[in-house]
């Protein structure tokens, strides 16, 4: 009698030192959330689990941080757009800048050479008022 009172004694307390409850303990809301949360660590996108989740327990706790998920996880997406459209723009804009600066350097070779033929003209205007006296 008293082994069994001690192996009972036993028994209670390793099952009370247990870090997780068992899946049918675990309250079907929280279930959800955590079959969603595995499903994001897989990749999956946006759960389906959350969508259940938020139908079936509207006021759970689980059920607003799987709204919370589901609003940051939008919020990525649409700054990852914004990413993208932002580089697609630079690159337009750097091909621009690119372009403009040929044009600048051919002008200024341009601008040099009209340098040199007005200096050269100015010279001769001289020479021919200097002929002319």
């Known amino acids: 009698m008293r082994l069994l009172l001690c192996l009972s004694l036993l028994i209670l307390l390793t099952a009370c030192t247990g870090t997780s409850r068992p899946m049918w303990l675990t309250p079907a809301d929280q279930q959800l959330f955590v079959l969603g949360m595995e499903a994001l660590d897989n990749g999956e ?40 459209r932002l580089k697609k723009s630079q690159s337009v804009s750097d091909k621009q800048n690119q372009k403009l600066r040929q044009q600048i350097a051919s002008l200024e070779t341009e601008l040099k050479a009209l340098e040199t033929e007005r200096t050269k003209l100015r010279q001769l205007l001289i020479d021919l008022e200097q002929r002319g006296r």
């Open 45 to 84: 996108g946006l759960p389906a689990a959350f969508a259940t989740l938020q139908s079936r327990y509207p006021d759970s706790p689980w059920s607003t941080k799987a709204d919370t998920i589901q609003t940051l996880l939008d919020t990525i997406e649409n700054q990852q757009k914004v990413i993208k």
